[in-house]
């Protein structure tokens, strides 16, 4: 039976998409908004937005597994969130519902599991999808990457800005735990759900090979530039998160971070251990060599 994916043009989507076609994996329908950005690869695609299925109902039909990684992320407001992340996965579900679907594979964030989402609507939008996920009925499992890296990332091209600057920015004193992965590791632990006969309601969190600080992670990414030492200046994480959260509303578009974006530099991102992660971890490729051909790809 065919695959419903969501976002199949996006990062981690490329990357599934590519990961499948190696292990001739299930035959493949994508959503996507835009087919101009879709890539080449052994799937149909279908233009359409979450928010209005008359476009791609029918294309749901024939499809047992939905991957859903579809997902509004970067700079917006928070009804803009709570419309595509929220909304968008409510009305996939239903159509699931009506369509026959059996399986159900949600790919959320990490950063649902920070102490404090109050100036975070990316992070509560897509805690409320997760509960929409639970609550469907449908075989589910719910998949939570931490900071996501590849060359089209953002998290990549944000984290890289900062270890250039000539002085480095530690909010929060750069102790924050995180556990970066790339992209194509995700897209194999997805692969390994899929091939599964029953999903089992698993809550997957999902990390790379090593788990250090945020300093330390600039000061590794510095070295794969190049650059040398880290020149750190270690600043208090509130009041910068609370200036950005009352300019969000009026300047969201002038402002070069979010409050809830800083978060993943102030908040432990670090998986908890499951079986899917350590099935995969083994596999992964070391840190300082993603962190070089990132690097070198720039």
Not at 71 to 84: D, F, I, N, S
């Amino acid at each position: 039976m065919s695959v419903f994916v969501t976002g199949a043009s996006g990062l981690i989507g490329r990357s599934l998409l590519a990961r499948l076609e190696e292990v001739e994996g299930p035959p493949l329908v994508c959503l996507s908004r835009n087919l101009g950005a879709a890539p080449q690869r052994n799937a149909r695609f279908v233009q359409g937005d979450l928010l209005e299925p008359g476009g791609w109902r029918s294309a749901l039909k024939p499809c047992a597994t939905v991957v859903h990684l579809a997902a509004l992320t970067g700079k917006a407001q928070a009804e803009q969130y709570a419309r595509v992340n929220v909304e968008g996965t409510r009305r996939l579900l239903e159509e699931c519902a009506q369509a026959g679907v059996r399986r159900f594979v949600h790919v959320s964030t990490i950063a649902v599991r920070y102490p404090d989402l109050s100036r975070y609507p990316y992070a509560r939008s897509k805690l409320e999808a997760e509960a929409l996920v639970r609550s469907s009925g449908l075989e589910w499992a719910i998949v939570r990457p931490t900071i996501v890296l590849g060359r089209r990332a953002p998290a990549w091209r944000s984290l890289a800005q900062l270890a250039g600057l000539p002085l480095t920015p530690l909010f929060g004193g750069g102790r924050a735990r995180v556990q970066p992965i790339l992209a194509a590791d995700i897209a194999a632990a997805l692969a390994e759900l899929l091939a599964q006969e029953r999903l089992q309601g698993d809550e997957c969190d999902l990390g790379g090979p090593e788990v250090l600080t945020v300093a330390e992670l600039l000061q590794r990414i510095r070295r794969a530039l190049g650059r040398g030492k880290l020149r750190g200046v270690r600043l208090p994480a509130g009041p910068p998160i609370a200036v950005l959260a009352a300019l969000e509303k009026p300047l969201l578009g002038l402002l070069p971070v979010t409050a809830g974006q800083l978060h993943a530099l102030v908040y432990d991102g670090v998986a908890e251990p499951n079986p899917l992660l350590e099935r995969q971890l083994p596999r992964m490729r070391p840190l300082d060599q993603t962190l070089a051909e990132l690097a070198r790809a720039r």
